[in-house]
């Protein structure tokens, strides 16, 4: 007899580990108690060249309003502006701002968009100071056409759109860490980006205090990048049940180790969501043992 519970669908993949297996029961039990918790760049939205460019996949806002219905609150916690979730969040039929009880942390929770009301407090000065010497620093490092995203309250520099992606990334990381600790920032490494930004807070601080002040029974975090693993490491110490995915991709592998489900990038993300929202959503969901 297997140690796993039978999968209540063919169409909702069903985790490989025992802690998954009873996270993923727990949330059909009882969906109302669910906090169901999602990055967006690789996880809602594909990756692209151009940050500015990114946009939610077209699916994800109408299975997101289905399974906002149905569960405690739908999440999107990412190193994004909460503003910029929204504008990038139209989908074919809905859009990221009509799933019902949508909760966004952006800036990895500093933050916060709901019910139409952003709270986000000013930048700390060193991210002004850093914004100015950027450009001597990627040019003295040889990479002056890396690309900068201004965050506001961070700098993003990518290496996707440069003629050796990696070598810019490995070439950029000593310098922008040094330049980052004389201003009182961190640096947080992601898929050939290298944000530079205040110190304090990541996704796993904000998401645990979001299941505090929720008072979630059970969790499911999605997420394909090295900042999602705070949040994979604060479903583990939530003590709730709790079900980690990955969104997975050739660029990172560290999340796909420990996810409980891994599926195939943003596509097998919005499968996996509307698979979850029809066991949820039906009478006769099964009940945890």
Do not use: N
């Not at 809602?44 to 060249?49: D, K, Q, T």
């Not at 701002?97 to 930048?123: H, I, M």
């Amino acid at each position: 007899m297997s140690d796993q519970p039978e999968a209540p669908s063919a169409e909702l993949p069903w985790p490989r580990t025992a802690a998954g297996s009873v996270g993923l029961d727990k949330i059909l039990a009882d969906p109302s108690g669910a906090v169901v918790g999602l990055d967006f760049d690789g996880t809602l939205s594909p990756i692209v060249a151009d940050p500015a460019a990114a946009r939610v996949h077209p699916a994800a806002p109408g299975v997101l309003a289905t399974l906002g219905a149905a569960v405690g609150t739908v999440l999107v916690l990412t190193g994004r502006p909460a503003a910029s979730v929204i504008e990038y969040g139209g989908g074919a039929d809905a859009a990221l701002a009509d799933v019902p009880g949508l909760v966004v942390l952006g800036q990895y929770g500093v933050e916060r968009w709901e019910a139409g009301e952003l709270a986000s407090p000013p930048p700390p000065a060193g991210v002004a100071a850093v914004r100015a010497a950027l450009p001597e620093v990627l040019a003295a490092a040889g990479v002056p056409d890396a690309w900068v995203e201004d965050k506001g309250r961070a700098l993003a520099v990518h290496t996707r759109r440069t003629a050796d992606p990696a070598a810019a990334f490995a070439a950029l990381t000593e310098p922008l860490a040094a330049l980052a600790a004389r201003h009182d920032l961190i640096v947080e490494p992601g898929r050939l980006v290298l944000e530079l930004r205040p110190p304090g807070t990541d996704k796993g601080d904000a998401l645990s205090a979001f299941l505090a002040e929720r008072s979630a029974r059970s969790v499911m975090y999605v997420g394909d990048d090295l900042g999602d693993l705070a949040a994979f490491d604060a479903v583990r110490q939530s003590g709730l049940p709790g079900v980690t995915v990955c969104s997975g991709s050739a660029e990172v592998t560290a999340l796909s180790e420990r996810a409980d489900i891994i599926v195939d990038g943003p596509d097998g993300v919005v499968a996996l969501l509307r698979a979850l929202a029809g066991a949820v959503s039906r009478p006769g969901r099964r009940a945890a043992d």
